[in-house]
């Protein structure tokens, strides 16, 4: 079996077994995985981490203790909660403190030719969504986690910062939902992608950083720099929702924050439910920059992070060919 391994900032593709699929576990056959940029802060040195990353996948079940996922298209929500905790009895096992998580946190990831994830995990993906749109699955699911944590009216202006992978998915997600929404970017291509797909203003970074009075900003630049600008646009008693997972210490003057009660909502996972029944509402194919097969992962890796490149896929040894 071919599987990616990270250590040390180098991105090698290994030969090893397949996976020994555990009782309530199923064994799924990759068909297409997505490089995220947390994928990209773990190959920086993010969590120490040395392994198979790899979270948003899609592929096959090949073998499983549930008869109705075998054969099945599928993808996994990426966190293995111990199921007996009191967050797991609320409902938040992606808070459980036993958990591990898949490709980030002792659970190696989807980026190899088989993979293994709980039954509970999985979801089956609807014949009419493509394999390459429901790999946006789990970066949907966090954007829509925003629609969880803070409550927004139909047409409330809401400002994204970040035309990146992720703040396009939710600038169309807060867009869908009923927000007014303005991106700020840097990249004309990226900011295209957001006004065909509804997004309503489109803004470049520079003259957008002056404006203030948005009640929720979203901070997706992943950089440094981002909260301090988020802090900046948002009003007086407004909420900053912070998205950004960089391997780098982040500095923040709290006196406006403190002096304006704005309120800081860290944001990651999301439920995969209300993703999944976005999927088919948004514009998705522009996102896709390229696709290369697991075999020739180092160049997809060396692809992703090249500045300005938006989603770079890995396909299976079935989906290649």
């Known amino acids: 079996m071919l599987s990616v391994h990270l250590e040390g900032g180098r991105v090698e593709v290994v030969k090893g077994p ?3 699929r555990r009782a309530g576990h199923s064994l799924v056959r990759l068909d297409v995985a997505g490089i995220c940029n947390t994928d990209l802060e773990l190959q920086r040195g993010y969590y120490g981490f040395r392994g198979r990353p790899g979270h948003e996948f899609v592929g096959e079940v090949v073998a499983s203790d549930t008869p109705e996922l075998t054969g099945k298209r599928v993808t996994g929500e990426i966190n293995l909660a111990c199921g007996r905790c009191e967050w797991c009895a609320r409902g938040l096992g992606r808070h459980c403190p036993n958990r591990t998580v898949l490709g980030i946190v002792r659970h190696p990831g989807a980026f190899a030719e088989y993979l293994t994830l ?3 995990n999985l979801h089956v993906v609807a014949g009419r969504i493509p394999s390459e749109h429901a790999v946006f699955t789990e970066p949907v699911a966090a954007a829509c986690e925003i629609l969880d944590q803070v409550k927004m009216r139909r047409g409330e202006p809401v400002a994204v910062l970040g035309d990146g992978k992720l703040g396009l998915l939710i600038a169309q997600v807060l867009q869908v939902s009923g927000a007014k929404v303005t991106l700020v970017g840097r990249h004309e291509s990226k900011l295209r992608i957001a006004r065909d797909a509804g997004v309503s203003e489109t803004v470049v970074a520079g003259a957008a950083l002056k404006r203030a009075g948005f009640p929720v900003v979203v901070d997706a630049t992943g950089s440094r720099e981002g909260l301090a600008a988020a802090v900046g646009m948002v009003r007086p008693r407004g909420t900053v929702v912070m998205k950004s997972t960089i391997h780098d210490a982040v500095a923040l ?5 403190i002096v304006n009660e704005i309120t800081l909502v860290g944001s990651r996972c999301g439920r995969f439910e209300p993703a999944m029944r976005m999927l088919p509402k948004l514009h998705l194919a522009p996102l896709i920059a390229a696709r290369y ?3 020739r992962a180092p ?7 090249e500045k300005g490149t938006l989603k770079v896929l890995l396909e299976g040894q079935a989906a290649s060919g």
């Open 118 to 120: 709980p039954d509970q």
């Open 18 to 20: 397949r996976p020994r």
């Open 253 to 257: 003057d709290m006196a406006p924050v």
């Open 299 to 305: 160049e997809a890796f060396a692809a992703a992070a």
């Open 293 to 295: 097969p697991l075999a």
